[in-house]
């Protein structure tokens, strides 16, 4: 596969892969795993992101995966796409489409998806594109909230209960999904700019900014303990909100937040061809098709409640094998290699 | 075997317009032919005594002059030679043929474009001859980088597509990809710029138009300038200029004519209009079957009442309706000026009325169906006009099925189908999409003239 990105693009695609599944639901896990501790906990994991990125800018040159390795992330790729899919089938059961059978709705997702895979890469590398105007829009309508928001719930702090701390801090992880996606984009930047300094800090930044201010907004509108019946914080509070020309405000931000991880999920399975390409020459066509088949067919059997919560389990704990685990391996194994 | 005038008229299937007669020339008879419909009778008696007295005299290639040369003979060339109107001075013994170029003119005088009006600014337009045209530009161009470049296209290469473009400002590489393009052109005959226009563009089956079509020498000189080429074919009044973005199709000369501001509101109007002729039925239709809730009170009470009595669905009203205008604009289209104009009121505004009347449709539908109509007027390119008028119709039908949720899988289809497109090579959503900023500013805001001219010292298209 050939195509080069620049640093805006590799970025962009970077910050959809970390929030396209997560942005609209990590808010109520974090509060119900962190309490009142949310948003200190995600300053920690703000820096820890920050870290973590420094630490793949300064290794990327030696992250050579062999076969297995990238089995592994395909695999874990292809979960975090099921689970989106299952994620987006389930809110639209609910919130709009109770009575239209599940496949249908996930052939029209699917179908996108694949047509988009079977385009050149230059055409996938530039979706991400048609979100930015739902960012500014996202942020905006926070801010409409600014108001109803009671800034005294921010205290009190119970930081010295480890276990919650830990919890939370594990929860928060969510919004670092994706990240990976990090050692296998970075060397098709088409500069050779130096990403450590203002590259990754203001990346770091505006990450953090985007997430924290969704969680800060979140954890001053609710009372801390109506937070655990409240699935889809943003959205019922987005739909508290009065504005002249709309009356649910909210039902916009369900389709934005569809749209926004209909093209993560086309961005997810682009990475498994990618992937899959660095061990497999000749046409991926078959493998294309199979993947989407995979995610046509396995999503349906998990859009309930229980099931989706049982699938959703696992990801914490795969999700730091392959974000810190597995890399570190990789960089140690090369290391070894070369000396 | 030696030509003579048997074997002429038989070159061309004994066709009654072709004049063959032999001629007495100082060294050695010769045949004269032309057709006489296609060349100037008066003025080639004046070109043969002239040519006549340069062979008396001797002259140093006596057949060379500004409106003649000479070929060695072949029977394609000859059939070649008058097909495209030239007439051939044979000279058996010496096995050559003198063509003599003097082509009767069959051309309208210019005239002001009917599809592209301006308010303020040039009311020329190009005419069925392909030289004329030429010219217009070259008015408009005084300049020495200003080049034309004929090509002969076809087995019998007889169709000649001109390429026009400015060698100083002009990408390279985009001047070798378009003579490559047409030099590959099979094809014997073109008749329309569409037939051409399918060769050229990369992507035939998009609904999406790739090259711009123009009959205004002024449009075709201010995008010359900025860096594309230009094609020109004869017997048609129209140039196609390429590579051109989406945005290239929203922009007109009035422009560039108007006030800073108010060229730059119009513009910004026009992108506006994109979004309410494709989304605004749609959105109608998603709003009105699936999420009325999206409203506030008040309206959605109005929406209610409005639609009580209607017994179709949304969907059908909205079909009914578009169809309905689709019509009444093809059928006001084909028929003489002002027939067409009645058609337009009677159909509009009587038969708009009884239908509401009648109870078939709300008269909420009739307004968005008449502002999403209006809307795709504003769009400056007819074909664009067009293809956004079409495009509609899969997202009415999108919202029929699942409202916004078909809505959005619409849009993403349409999204990577834009940025699939390439016009000439370039992108179709540039320079949106890959971004550049110093362009991107230029899609929604005319700058000021001056300012504009010292931002693009580059090579390369420009918005």
């Keep these: ?135 500014l829009l996202f942020f905006v309508s926070l801010l409409i909230a600014l108001p109803d928001l009671e800034w005294t719930w921010l205290f009190p702090l119970d930081l010295k209960d480890v276990e919650l701390v830990w919890n939370g801090f594990l929860t928060s992880q969510l919004t670092v999904v994706g990240v990976a996606s990090f050692l296998f984009l970075r060397k098709r930047v088409v500069t050779d700019v130096k990403m450590i300094g203002w590259p990754i800090a203001i ?59 209909i093209i993560t999920v086309i961005l997810f399975a682009f990475l498994i061809r990618l992937v899959h390409a660095e061990t497999n020459s000749g046409k991926q066509y078959k493998f294309n098709l199979l993947i989407h088949a995979i995610f046509l067919l396995v999503p349906p059997f998990f859009s309930t409640r229980d099931r989706l919560d049982m699938i959703r389990e696992p990801l914490l704990y795969l999700h730091l094998f392959i974000v810190v685990v597995l890399p570190i391996f990789v960089f140690i194994k090369n290391r070894r290699q070369k000396t | 075997m030696k030509p003579n005038i048997e074997h002429v008229k038989k070159l061309v299937y004994e066709t009654d317009d072709l004049y063959v007669k032999m001629i007495d020339w100082p060294y050695e008879e010769g045949i004269i032919c032309y057709f006489t419909t296609l060349v100037d009778g008066g003025e080639l008696n004046k070109q043969l005594a002239l040519l006549k007295r340069q062979a008396e005299a001797k002259t140093q290639n006596w057949a060379i002059s500004a409106a003649s040369s000479s070929y060695p003979y072949t029977d394609d060339k000859l059939q070649n030679l008058l097909s495209l109107g030239e007439t051939a001075l044979i000279f058996p013994q ?37 030289d004329t045209n030429i010219a217009l530009i070259r008015k408009r161009l005084l300049r020495a980088d200003f080049v034309v470049k004929n090509i002969y296209t076809g087995n019998k290469n007889s169709d000649i597509v001109t390429y026009a473009y400015i060698a100083t400002v002009t990408d390279p590489q985009l001047v070798e990809n378009i003579d490559k393009k047409l030099s590959a052109v099979s094809s014997d005959e073109f008749f329309t710029p569409g037939q051409l226009i399918e060769y050229v563009e990369e992507h035939t089956w998009s609904p999406f138009p790739q090259l711009l079509v123009t009959e205004r020498p002024d449009r075709v000189a201010s995008n010359l300038l900025e860096g594309r080429i230009v094609l020109l074919m004869d017997n048609s009044p129209t140039a196609v200029i390429g590579p051109v973005t989406l945005f290239s199709f929203f922009q007109t000369p009035d422009d560039f004519n108007s006030r800073t501001l108010v060229g730059s509101f119009y513009r910004l109007l026009r992108i506006f209009s994109l979004i309410t002729a494709i989304f605004l039925p749609a959105f109608y239709v998603s709003v009105v079957s699936f999420h009325s809730e999206i409203l506030p009170i008040e309206i959605s009470k109005q929406v209610k009442l409005a639609i009580n009595e209607i017994p179709y669905r949304p969907f059908l009203e909205a079909i009914l309706l578009e169809v309905f205008i689709e019509l009444i604009r093809e059928a006001s289209m084909r028929l003489p000026t002002p027939i067409g104009q009645t058609i337009a009121i009677v159909g509009g505004l009587v038969v708009g009325d009884a239908i509401v009347s009648a109870g078939l449709v709300s008269n909420l539908m009739v307004i968005v169906v008449a502002m999403t109509a209006i809307s795709s007027f504003v769009i400056p390119s007819a074909e664009m006009n067009m293809t956004i008028r079409i495009l509609r119709f899969p997202f009415m039908l999108g919202a029929a099925l699942f409202g916004f949720f078909g809505m959005v899988i619409g849009l993403l289809l349409l999204f990577i189908h834009l940025l699939n497109l390439r016009s000439l090579g370039r992108p179709y959503l540039s320079p949106v999409i890959p971004f550049d900023f110093t362009r991107f500013k230029d899609i929604f805001v005319r700058l000021p003239f001056l300012r504009f001219l010292r931002s693009t010292k580059k090579k390369g298209v420009r918005e």
């Design chain 1, 1 to 135: 596969m050939k195509f080069s990105l620049t640093p805006n693009q590799f970025f962009l695609i970077i910050f959809l892969l970390q929030s396209g599944i997560v942005f609209i639901t990590f808010q109520t896990r974090l509060l119900e795993a962190a309490g009142r501790n949310a948003w200190v906990i995600f300053i920690f994991t703000g820096v820890f992101q920050y870290l973590l990125l420094i630490f793949y800018e300064r290794q990327h040159s030696r992250f050579l995966p062999g076969p297995f390795v990238l089995l592994l992330y395909k695999l874990y790729w292809i979960y975090i796409n099921v689970l989106s899919l299952t994620n987006i089938l389930y809110s639209l059961s609910i919130w709009l489409y109770p009575n239209t059978p599940s496949i249908v709705l996930l052939l029209f997702m699917v179908t996108v998806s694949f047509y988009a895979n079977c385009c050149k890469p230059d055409t996938i590398i530039n979706l991400p594109v048609i979100i930015i105007p739902a960012i």
């Design chain 1, 203 to 261: 990346y770091a930044g505006f990450w953090f900014l985007f997430f924290f201010m969704s969680l800060l907004v979140v954890q001053l509108f609710f009372p801390i303990e109506t937070i655990a019946v409240v699935p889809q914080a943003l959205l019922y509070l987005l739909k508290s909100q009065k504005v002249n020309f709309v009356e649910r405000l909210d039902l916009f931000f369900l389709f934005i937040w569809m749209m926004w991880s």
């Design chain 2, 94 to 130: 010496a096995n050559i043929i003198v063509a003599i170029n003097l082509k009767k003119e069959q051309a309208r005088t210019t005239d002001e474009p009917e599809n592209e009006h301006v308010i303020t600014g040039s009311h020329e337009g190009f005419i069925e001859n392909k």
